[in-house]
């Protein structure tokens, strides 16, 4: 069966007729708080969940590791047997911050030159709400579909994901061939490109140790100040560990020194690595270790260890999505319909709940959604509103795509 002309004008229409009930379900979305700290995300769950009953979805089913912190998987079923596809994103936000920075009412949404503000409006209450409109205007035709469309939408996300995603995938509650998430796609411009793929984390302190002792002796016996050997490895880090399609950013974290009148025994940096798609967390240890080895063959007196216990995240896996993958094809295909620049395929410089997913065996893309990721988790934080429209329109038709023999 392929994918029928007269379901796709079906979806494209519906989507037509809805684009102002989606835009004000995206601003409520966006007035109903879910900051992350503290983490709750029940009202904007339940809020969800009204919308699935007006677009006469269905209730999904709530998996929650605590009460206050929901997930919501809804199922839709297609006619015929064929493979699953997730759309996914996360419900939660990070905090607001200092208000005074905030030109409007960071929960009182506003329209304002066809961009919407407002907190988590690009990060990603938007995309989950492009994501539900499309799921709704699937189902008009969802008898022509081979396979199923799940929409995850997850908590915890701008907490680590214990309770979101990490959760639902140890605990076996995701299922399904491929995921697309919808969070920011672009950096300088929205829709910028589709991240197939997205950068992993490395963090690890470095630890340099020197002779403690009384400040007024360090002539008389030569002694080694750990500050300044530290400063020295953060200045030929910076400088010496550079790869391509990685940030290194060294001293995050700077620790050293006990008071005046003592040279210091201990000094401590940290590093955040953004690792491109490939790297593993061996190879990059060993190339870290490595270059210290050679750090203390130039220096006879340096004494120092990498240590990787640092919490919350020492290593998460880079993403790749097959780039011949039926999903993708189906997304590019997609979006060169609806947008007059279609975007090319790229990389997500940050996380996303992807590796989690990914790690189940599940192919899943990293980030294709509205909004600018550098304006999430800022003041001012704000959305096209053309965007969200043709995000929804090109959720679904990948999923009409996707979701038709792909024989
Ligand atoms: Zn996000």
Redesign the pocket.
């Known amino acids: 069966m392929d994918i029928t002309m007269n379901a796709k004008n079906t979806v494209i229409t519906f989507l037509n007729d809805h684009d102002n009930a989606l835009l004000d379900f995206t601003r409520d979305l966006v007035a109903t708080p879910s900051p992350m700290p503290p983490g709750n995300e029940r009202a904007v769950a339940e809020r969800i969940q009204g919308e699935f009953n007006r677009l006469r979805l269905g209730a999904a089913q709530v998996i929650a590791a605590k009460p206050d912190r929901p997930n919501l998987l809804l199922k839709l079923d297609g006619g015929q047997p064929g493979p699953t596809l997730i759309f996914n994103g ?1 419900t939660d936000t990070k905090p607001a911050g200092n208000r005074d920075e905030w030109k409007h009412d960071p929960l009182d949404p506003v329209v304002e030159n066809g961009k919407l503000y407002g907190l988590g409006s690009t ?2 209450k938007s995309g989950v709400a492009a994501m539900i409109y499309a799921t709704a205007a699937v189902a008009q035709v969802s008898e022509q579909l081979a396979g199923q469309l799940h929409l995850l939408l997850v908590a915890d ?2 907490g680590g994901s214990q309770l979101g995603a990490k959760f639902l995938a140890a605990e076996g509650y995701v299922s399904g061939d491929a995921i697309l998430i919808g ?1 920011p796609a672009g950096i300088r411009r929205e829709l910028e490109s589709i991240a197939l793929d997205s950068r992993g984390i490395c963090c690890f302190r470095i630890r340099v140790h020197g002779d403690q002792m009384h400040s007024s002796l360090s002539d008389e016996f030569n002694a080694t100040n750990a500050s300044v050997k530290a400063a020295g490895l953060i200045t030929r880090f910076a400088q010496g560990f550079q790869r391509p399609n990685m940030t290194v950013n060294v001293g995050v974290t700077l620790q050293g020194g006990v008071y005046f009148g003592v040279i210091p025994g201990l000094a401590e940096f940290g590093c955040d690595l953004r690792v491109p798609p490939g790297s593993t967390e061996k190879g990059i240890r060993s190339e870290v270790e490595q270059w210290l080895a050679h750090q203390k063959q130039l220096d006879s007196k340096l004494r120092a260890e990498v240590v990787w216990q640092t919490p919350p995240s020492t290593w998460i896996d880079p993403v790749n999505f097959p780039h011949d993958h039926p999903l993708a094809t189906a997304l590019q295909q997609a979006a060169s319909e609806i947008l007059s620049d279609p975007p090319p395929i790229g990389c997500y410089p940050a996380a ?1 709940d992807a590796p989690w997913f990914a790690a189940t065996g599940i192919p899943t893309i990293p980030a294709f959604g509205p909004g600018l990721l550098p304006l ?1 988790h800022s003041p001012n934080e704000c959305v096209e509103i053309s965007s969200l429209f043709a995000c929804a329109r090109i959720y679904a038709l990948a999923a009409l795509r996707y979701l038709s023999d792909q024989t």
């Open positions: 996360h990060d990603m996300e701008e969070e996303t999430a």
